[in-house]
């Protein structure tokens, strides 16, 4: 089993940037792929960036393409999102998920972190 702890969110202004932590714990050998993903009011929940366990493959959404870096600190089991140049069309509650293969579904979501971009 697998913890997720997300952090780092906050109120900034359009143009600004944020790095959002996640923090991982438990059984983290097993984890094969992470991925942010957010959610925004009376919206579903959508990708924003994923990469494999290893650090290798980063995918992003078209929206966030050029603005936004997923990252992990091995030492520290800790996978970072840095956005940058941040819109107000971003503002969500962003949350980290895991997959432990290939096929599967992420899941094992954190209590995610809110993000809030004032125009």
């Known amino acids: 089993q697998v913890q997720l702890v997300e952090s780092g969110g906050g109120l900034v202004q359009a143009g600004d940037s944020l790095r959002l932590s996640c923090e991982a714990s438990?059984?983290?050998?097993?984890?094969?792929?992470v991925a942010w993903f957010r959610q925004a009011p009376g919206k579903d929940r959508e990708f924003v960036a994923g990469m494999m366990w290893s650090g290798r493959i980063p995918r992003y959404a078209d929206s966030v393409k050029g603005r936004c870096t997923i990252s992990r600190d091995n030492a520290k089991n800790t996978v970072y999102l840095q956005m940058n140049n941040l819109k107000p069309e971003d503002t969500a509650v962003y949350y980290c998920?895991?997959?432990?293969?290939?096929?599967?579904?992420?899941?094992?979501w954190g209590q995610g972190t809110q993000v809030t971009v004032s125009s």
């Open positions: 438990g059984r983290t050998f097993s984890i094969y792929a």
């Open positions: 998920g895991i997959k432990f293969a290939s096929g599967h579904d992420f899941g094992s």
